[in-house]
């Protein structure tokens, strides 16, 4: 079993979740990073993201609770595009920002850790 395999034991689905619109564009290089997924190689690394067969989940590394789903639907090029995010909507699980705007910000920070824009500010 490979460290990929070995994490998607772990990971678990997302119960409740609350829908934001989401305009967010992938380039296919972009699309090919999110394919490949962040997985984590030490306890610091606070996120576990892949897309797999047009689903974008981005879990807790800690936890392997969902926090972010996204349907992902893909062009031609292989440009992507997101036009719905799920957010975990259970309490016990995760503080949801009470914006939309705040939840979509947080996942931006969580994306830029797999395309290589590290923010200080990640989520």
Excluded at 24 to 37: C, I, V
Excluded at 99 to 104: I, N, V
């Amino acid at each position: 079993m490979d460290e990929r395999d070995e994490w998607l034991t772990r990971l678990r689905r997302m119960r409740l979740a609350w829908p934001v619109r989401c305009a967010r564009s992938f380039t296919p290089e972009e699309m090919a990073k999110l394919a490949e997924g962040l997985w984590p190689t030490s306890l610091e690394d606070r996120w576990v993201v892949w897309l797999d067969e047009g689903q974008l989940r981005a879990w807790r590394g800690a936890t392997g609770e969902c926090i972010y789903e996204a349907e992902i639907s893909v062009d031609e090029s292989g440009a992507g595009q997101c036009r719905i995010l799920r957010v975990c909507d259970d309490p016990d699980m995760y503080t949801r920002s009470a914006a939309d705007a705040g939840e979509l910000d947080r996942f931006e920070g969580v994306l830029a850790l797999l395309l290589g824009r590290r923010r200080e500010a990640a989520a």
